[in-house]
């Protein structure tokens, strides 16, 4: 299938960055993208904080998803991890490899979704590199956060006695990449375009991540799926995290797609981008009230337990097996 957004005649490298990508370079340390190097600010007492994701045409998206969410996408995935460890997301690094048929619409339309979410999320692109490739298209972003020394939320420090929460709803991107292979035929539109959205754009946690700074013992990112992220923090602990499978937030548009199935599903499909943590039983309602104000629901959905890595249980506790508990590559 081809596609109009691939169309339009591509500048030189360095006309190419000017246009597109020097006009996102507001930040002063950015120098206009006309230096080799960036210069980043870090307020007194405060950290800085390093994260890089990328993503592969044909791998997180697929070659005919409209340029301008693969970008945002590509933003939104790194934001998500800062957002999980509590961050001010700064700004970010962008290394794009594009082959031949990548035109300037495309890029364009790429570059014109990132500004939107500059915006959004107060962060400015501050350099990066540009280069041609026979592959498939590779968009990496190297992204940049501030927050008080030492108060980094990490995969470790879940406790006994800790109750195991997350945000959103979970599945939901899982459900909609189905939707894109083809599936989801019989659903709504109103449910189909839901799920595709969320799949195209996750929504990173970053208010909610803030205020869990003071109040979560562990923390992490859903990217490859619930169960696995949820394993890793069990694994750096060294304790168990028991999620009960009938407390899982599940959208009722992930509800009509899978029925019954969902709930199992969601636990490990991956892409979500909602925050899964751990916090006290007495951080209850402080959270509660954290939530309220990021304007983002929580759901607790289980509890940590000596022993390590995860289990999913059913109503009476008995282990729910699952064919696998997450997403990875190889
Ligand atoms: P170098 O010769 O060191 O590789 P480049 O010529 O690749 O430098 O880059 C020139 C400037 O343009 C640098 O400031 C770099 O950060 C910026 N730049 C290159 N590609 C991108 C991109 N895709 N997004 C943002 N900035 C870019
Ligand atoms: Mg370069």
Redesign the pocket.
């Known amino acids: 299938m081809t596609n109009s957004n691939f169309s339009g005649k591509r500048p030189g490298?360095?006309e190419l960055?000017a246009q597109l990508?020097?006009p996102?370079?507001k930040a002063p340390g950015?120098?206009g993208?006309?230096?080799?190097?960036?210069l980043i600010a870090v307020s007194e007492g405060n950290e800085l904080v390093v994260t890089t994701d990328a993503v592969i045409e044909g791998v997180h998206f697929l070659p005919n998803d409209p340029p301008g969410t693969v970008g945002r996408k590509a933003l939104r995935v790194n934001l998500s991890d800062l957002a999980a460890k509590g961050c001010t997301p700064l700004g970010y690094?962008?290394?794009?490899s594009i082959p031949d048929r990548i035109g300037m619409n495309w890029l364009s339309e790429f570059a014109h979704g990132l500004a939107g979410d500059q915006q959004e999320f107060g962060v400015s692109?501050?350099?990066?590199?540009?280069a041609a490739t026979p592959g498939p298209a590779t968009i990496a972003i190297t992204a940049f956060g501030e927050l008080p020394s030492g108060s980094m939320l990490r995969r470790s420090g879940a406790k006994t006695g800790d109750l195991v929460y997350v945000s959103g709803t979970i599945g939901d991107a899982g459900g909609g990449l189905e939707c894109l292979k083809g599936g989801g035929r019989a659903l709504q539109a109103k449910d189909r375009d839901f799920l595709i959205r969320r799949y195209r754009l996750p929504e990173p946690r970053i208010k909610l991540g803030q205020a869990l700074r003071t109040l979560a013992t562990s923390s992490i990112d859903v990217s490859d799926g619930l169960l696995a992220d949820l394993g890793h923090i069990g694994d750096a602990s060294g304790a168990r995290l028991v999620v009960e499978a009938a407390r899982l937030p599940i959208s009722s548009s992930l509800a009509a797609l899978w029925m019954s199935n969902a709930t199992e599903r969601a636990a490990i499909y991956g892409d979500d981008y909602e925050i899964a943590f751990t916090a006290p039983p007495a951080t209850q309602n402080a959270l509660e009230r954290a939530a309220v104000e990021a304007k983002v629901s929580i759901a607790q959905i289980g509890y940590v337990e000596a022993g390590t890595g995860v289990s999913l249980v059913d109503r009476s506790g008995n282990e729910i097996r699952v064919s696998r508990k997450g997403y990875t590559h190889f």
Not at 93 to 96: D, I, N, P, W
Not at 125 to 130: A, E, F, K
């Open positions: 490298e360095f960055i990508f020097a996102l370079a950015a120098l993208l006309k230096d080799d190097a960036a690094l962008l290394v794009l692109l501050i350099g990066g590199d540009t």
